[in-house]
Structure formats: C-alpha cells, structure tokens
Nanobody, 126 residues
Framework: QVQMVESGGDSVQAGGSLRLSCAAS????????MGWFRQAPGKEREAVAS????????AYADLAKGRFAMSRDTAKKILYLQMNSLQPEDTAMYYC???????????????????WGQGTQVTVSS
C-alpha cells in the first residue's frame, strides 16, 4: 500500500545541477523516515541523505555534504534532493526509500528501509 513516486533524473554535464523529487503515499503516521540512496553499476547501494518526516531532522553522507541539499514541501508531501556541482562519479540510479523506525533518527543505511521507489537515472558526463 505504500508507494514511492520519483522523478527528476536526467543526463547532465559535469558541474550541472538536478533536482530529484520523491513522494511517499500510504503511510498513516505523522513521523517516519525517508532517504535517498544511489547505486552505480558494479557498486553497492550507498546512502546519500535521510529526512525525518514530521520532525525535520536531516542527515547527509559525506559524498553529499556541501553539494546536495534536501527540502520538504509539506503541503505537496514531496521530498526534494537538490544536487549541485555534479560530477561523473555521481552517475547512478537514485532511489527514494521510506521506513517507520523507532530509533529517534533516520539512519543512512539501506537495510533499514522497507519501501523503495523504482529509481531514477542520473548520468553526468565530462
């Protein structure tokens, strides 16, 4: 019943920017975790950032600090990921995930999340 809807992936040149969006529907809780993850061919899925819905707390992986930023449109129930200064190594499938957790924070670990979007491809060329 939980459904993730993603969009925004595209092909850009190095130094460019993209804004990904994700909406999670089907949750009946005021607070839950959402996260952005990515996976490049031949590599493990890695965390990008997490957002504690209903609280506003955020966490960023080192790869995202200083370049990526999340924002939440509460009215539209959309979580955005603004990606600036994109580099070829950012090329990957980007996934949005959600989970109901009781940890008090939203972890940057893929195994903690239950529901996943279909992924949106980000390709950065040099």
């Amino acid at each position: 019943q939980v459904q993730m809807v993603e969009s925004g992936g595209d092909s850009v040149q190095a130094g460019g920017s993209l804004r990904l969006s994700c909406a999670a529907s089907g949750y009946t809780y005021n607070t839950y975790c959402m996260g952005w993850f990515r996976q490049a061919p031949g590599k493990e899925r890695e965390a990008v950032a997490s957002f504690y819905i209903g609280v506003g707390a955020t966490a960023y992986a080192d790869l995202a600090k200083g370049r990526f930023a999340m924002s939440r449109d509460t009215a539209k129930k959309i979580l955005y990921l603004q990606m600036n200064s994109l580099q070829p190594e950012d090329t990957a499938m980007y996934y949005c995930a959600a989970a109901l957790l009781r940890m008090g924070y939203c972890p940057l670990t893929a195994r903690s999340y239950d529901y996943w979007g279909q992924g949106t491809q980000v390709t950065v060329s040099s």
